[in-house]
């Protein structure tokens, strides 16, 4: 079983302490409460650990580039190019090739369209980003849906 554990600064606030730099800085009044937890990851225990781990790695962020088709093309537009799969491509592929990425950037959401793509040269989107130790992620999600639950 995987287990974390998190500090929480005081009820009052959103905000957990998870890195040394935060560790000297409480108010005076405040509280602290620790958090642990334990989580089933069957035989993927290991490899979900590191993920998060890496993910979240000081100094780094994630980069959302899961914009659909058609809000890519909003994109392009506003550039006088047209919303073709190529000029998608060769967006995304300015983005994802830029030297030094992974310096910045721990994780990327890609768009499905995204997740099979390649470079000009043929390099996989993907293999882009590990090359650069960032990890690769799919958005799922297909949108917003009316539900009748909240329909009045």
């Known amino acids: 079983m995987a287990s974390a554990s998190f500090v929480k600064l005081n009820a009052a606030s959103s905000s ?3 890195q040394k730099s935060s560790l000297g800085k409480r108010s005076p009044g405040s509280s602290t409460r620790r958090v642990s937890f334990s989580t089933r990851a069957s035989s993927y225990t290991d490899e979900l650990v590191q993920t998060a781990k890496s993910i979240a790695s000081p100094g780094r962020g994630i980069l959302a580039i899961d914009e659909s088709n058609a ?3 909003k994109r392009l537009a506003s550039i006088s190019l047209d919303n073709t ?4 491509q060769a967006y995304r592929q300015l983005l994802l090739t830029t030297p ?3 310096e910045y ?4 959401i890609f768009f499905e369209e995204t997740l099979y793509q390649s470079t000009t ?3 996989k989107f993907v293999d882009c ?4 130790n960032i990890v690769p992620g799919i958005k799922v ?3 917003l849906v009316p539900t009748t639950r909240f329909k009045q």
């Not at 799969?85 to 998608?88: A, F, G, K, L, S």
């Not at 950037?105 to 990327?108: D, E, H, L, P």
């Not at 980003?129 to 650069?132: A, I, S, V």
Request: glycine share 26%; hydrophobic share 20%.
């Open 16 to 18: 957990w302490m998870g």
């Open 129 to 132: 980003l590990r090359d650069e």
């Open 105 to 108: 950037i721990s994780g990327a």
């Open 141 to 143: 999600d297909k949108g």
């Open 100 to 102: 030094g990425l992974g």
């Open 71 to 73: 809000t890519c093309g």
């Open 85 to 88: 799969e190529t000029n998608r």
């Open 121 to 123: 040269d043929g390099k």
